[in-house]
């Protein structure tokens, strides 16, 4: 079978566990892939979605619950602390969830980017996926190898700090820590707290890299752990300057007969001290 594919300007990365799974129903992979379509943060839902699909809400439904169980669907229901509502979360992920801290990690990851949007106050780009979305290990369908795509090009040197540069680089060492540059600015301060402590960029990259799991759905979260888990010791700090004692007085005169006059003065007073009869001066003549 030949395949004849053009890429179009928009459309969404899927990987092929997805589009090949051997138990997904044709209507859960139409409302997987068109959910991860969707910008981070989107108002739209399950629902809304259903009613746009041609399958009807039954089969809807039934999708609905199928990548639930499949793990690419995720949903939780929190109490806000002190206006005590309930709010319904949902997520979907390009790779199945099973255990709690894999779904645990994509939900901080999901709201660290929330936050980081929120921050900037600019809507968040449809290429900032959440870290659950998994990340491309090669180049995009239709494409070409020599293309450079926004995401594998370089910040320029002004948009972003030394730390957010070199957090970037973690990516040419290992491509599953690609970050976005806001993702980057959040961690810099870290990063230069961490360099503050022990100036030596070689060790901190080699403390990120080292030891990292065998999967990774949210590298911001993975990398602000390392960072504050692994963070030198602060170095000592030097000891104050005793108060009171100026440092730039002169140094003092010594006068001769004042020091005569009180080495007497000492000697006479031991023997005081001793009980000895101390003779008088005998006046002058």
Not at 80 to 101: C, I
């Amino acid at each position: 079978m030949h395949v004849h594919f053009i890429a179009p300007d928009r459309y969404v990365r899927a990987p092929h566990e997805i589009v090949r799974h051997p138990r997904l129903r044709a209507t859960a992979k139409s409302l997987l892939l068109w959910a991860l379509s969707l910008p981070p943060g989107t108002r739209e839902t399950v629902l809304t979605i259903g009613h746009r699909m041609a399958e009807g809400r039954m089969a809807v439904s039934r999708a609905r619950n199928q990548l639930i169980d499949e793990g690419y669907l995720h949903v939780r229901r929190r109490q806000h602390p002190t206006k005590g509502t309930w709010t319904t979360d949902v997520m979907v992920t390009s790779v199945p969830l099973r255990t709690a801290e894999e779904i645990a990690a994509a939900w901080e990851g999901a709201a660290a980017n929330d936050r980081t949007a929120a921050a900037a106050d600019t809507p968040a780009s449809p290429a900032r996926r959440i870290p659950a979305l998994g990340r491309s290990k090669g180049r995009q369908v239709g494409t070409s190898p020599d293309s450079k795509t926004a995401e594998n090009t370089p910040p320029p040197e002004g948009a972003c700090g030394p730390e957010a540069r070199l957090l970037l680089e973690l990516a040419r060492h290992d491509p599953r820590l690609r970050l976005s540059t806001a993702e980057a600015a959040a961690l810099a301060p870290l990063a230069a707290d961490w360099l503050t402590r022990d100036a030596r960029p070689h060790r901190l990259l080699h403390t990120l890299l080292a030891g990292l799991p065998e999967r990774i759905h949210a590298p911001q979260a993975l990398l602000r752990t390392r960072l504050q888990r692994s963070m030198p010791a602060a170095p000592p700090t030097a000891a104050p300057a005793p108060r009171g004692i100026p440092s730039d007085l002169p140094p003092a005169r010594v006068d001769a007969a004042a020091a005569e006059r009180n080495r007497i003065g000492a000697g006479r007073a031991r023997e005081l001290l001793r009980g000895a009869r101390i003779p008088r001066p005998v006046p002058a003549l």
